[in-house]
């Protein structure tokens, strides 16, 4: 009963997000703000995470290809795949729910205890789209994330490669164009686009309606990256299941 | 002037409001004191929209606030100034802009010079020049207070509530407090809410005082009569303090 009542209490956070708007000029700056701490300020740990892993799928390939009539191309074409349909989308997602997602979640679970949010609503402001409506439209930018990461993972993987002495330059690039199906790029945003609106609502959720002090804060914040994880791999198994099989 | 009609309002079962009757005067410093747990804060919060009552009436002057239209809860919440027990203020700004939030928040940005006006006059109001540019954390918790009563007062509130305003202040501070928030009532003519259980409060700006047992107003007054009650629960409340019993026994004794 209390998941159905806090899937409830989330779809009526969502119907309150979008209705009773703040001031245009206002909401302008919060999305602003809301575009340097979610977006800007998480691009270097994707850039970082994404370049290593790549690295590693590459190298992996790479060292488990012991039969010569497998050939070397396989290695970025095995990189280019497994980056672009799951490490780029899912796996940098997980993370961005640990790093986003505790952010979210306890800055407004911050704002909850300290009564910020109580400040609001007596002075007439729709808090839920104050504080989460500027989050849901600065994450709409999340794709630009995902699309670099998952250059600078293919770059990574062309660095392990190639500077390892696994494969030529020539043989990788070939690799990478190999039985190239555009539509796995459209796949992997379509679920980019979701995770990025689940990374900023499940958070804050948590955030919003939490009670208590400060150690609940911290509590709501590992409740929010284990439900935001849980609900970007269901979504991942449901979108794959509905676009690619 | 704010009337509260046979106000219920409960949680999981349990009723804290059971059959509120008040009227909460204009241009008075109106408290309500209890122990913890009497209901004070539910009943603000009945009174400031946040919680809904089961049954009974809230009337902001003569209107029931379940007869107002969105439009005119909107236009009370502007005429609504609220100072929290904590404070309550945005860490993310610095004093000036937690003042200036709630006009800009309802007034247009070609006003933005009339409301940096307007910030500054609240602010040398309660005697903060000179800090506009601090953040709450670069200040002494009787300061976020002051900045807290600058930010409730600069839309020209018509009521003002306070919870606990001089909680975890010491005692010169919180007469400060007290006696800021009694002049502004005065000066600005407003209604003036303050829950409190601090008896130096009632002693300096207790104007009307009604006391709340188990959620039932158990007594209603004003500082003059609290201390001559021979109402039990208020004696009780009252004198709680030994600072207070002392008082009293020495009241007895006619020193």
Redesign the interface.
């Known amino acids: 009963m209390n998941y159905l009542h806090s899937i409830g209490e989330y779809f009526l956070m969502l119907k309150g997000t979008f209705h009773r708007m703040t001031k245009g000029s206002v909401l302008r700056g919060l999305i602003l703000k809301e575009l340097d701490d979610l977006i800007i300020g998480s691009m270097g740990i994707v850039a970082f995470l994404s370049f290593f892993i790549g690295a590693v799928v590459a190298l992996q390939t790479a060292l488990n290809l012991n039969n010569p009539l497998i050939p070397k191309t396989l290695i970025a074409y095995a990189a280019r795949q497994s980056i672009i349909l799951e490490f780029a989308p899912t796996f940098i997602s997980i993370i961005m729910a640990g790093k986003v997602g505790s952010y979210i979640t306890s800055s407004i679970g911050s704002m909850n205890v300290t009564e910020q949010i109580d400040a609001l609503e007596v002075m007439g402001i729709n808090s839920l789209n104050y504080l989460i409506f500027p989050k849901i439209i600065a994450m709409l930018f999340y794709p630009f994330v995902i699309a670099i990461a998952m250059f600078l993972g293919v770059f990574g993987a062309y660095a392990a490669a190639v500077f390892g002495g696994f494969v030529p330059p020539d043989l990788f690039v070939q690799g990478l164009q190999e039985d190239f199906i555009p539509f796995h790029l459209v796949y992997a945003f379509i679920k980019t686009f979701l995770f990025a609106f689940i990374l900023a609502t499940i958070p804050a959720y948590h955030g919003y309606y939490m009670k208590g002090g400060a150690l609940e804060v911290g509590e709501a914040s590992t409740t929010s990256f284990v439900w935001t994880s849980v609900v970007i791999i269901i979504t991942n198994y449901a979108v794959t299941q509905l676009l690619l099989s | 002037m704010i009337e509260v009609e046979n106000l219920h309002k409960g949680f999981d079962g349990e009723e804290i409001l059971k059959g509120i009757n008040y009227t909460f005067e204009k241009s008075k410093t109106n408290l309500i004191i209890g122990g913890s747990g009497s209901g004070k804060s539910v009943l603000l919060k009945c009174m400031?929209?946040?919680l809904t009552p089961e049954k009974g009436i809230i009337k902001y002057d003569g209107k029931p606030y379940s007869e107002f239209t969105e439009d005119e809860?909107?236009d009370?919440?502007?005429q609504?100034g609220?100072i929290?027990?904590?404070g309550?203020?945005?860490?993310s700004m610095t004093v000036e802009e937690n003042v200036m939030?709630?006009l800009?928040?309802?007034t247009h940005?070609k006003k933005k010079k009339q409301n940096l006006e307007r910030v500054k006059e609240v602010l040398k109001r309660v005697n903060l020049e000179g800090s506009e540019k601090k953040l709450p954390a670069e200040i002494s918790g009787g300061m976020q207070k002051r900045v807290s009563i600058a930010r409730a007062i600069v839309n020209r509130p018509k009521y003002l509530?306070c919870d606990e305003p001089n909680s975890g202040l010491d005692p010169k501070t919180a007469t400060v407090i007290d006696q800021l928030i009694q002049e502004i009532t005065h000066e600005y003519d407003i209604t003036t809410i303050i829950i409190t259980h601090d008896m130096n409060s009632v002693l300096e700006i207790g104007e009307k005082i009604a006391f709340l047992k188990d959620g039932v107003l158990a007594w209603k007054g004003d500082k003059s009569q609290i201390f001559k009650t021979d109402d039990e629960t208020v004696v009780d409340f009252v004198y709680s303090s030994n600072l207070f019993q002392k008082v009293r026994e020495a009241q007895q004794k006619g020193l």
Do not use: E, H, N, V
Request: hydrophobic content about 55%; glycine content about 8%.
């Open positions: 400031l929209g946040l809860k909107k009370l919440s502007k609504i609220m929290f027990q904590g309550a203020l945005f860490d939030f709630p800009r928040m309802f940005r509530f």
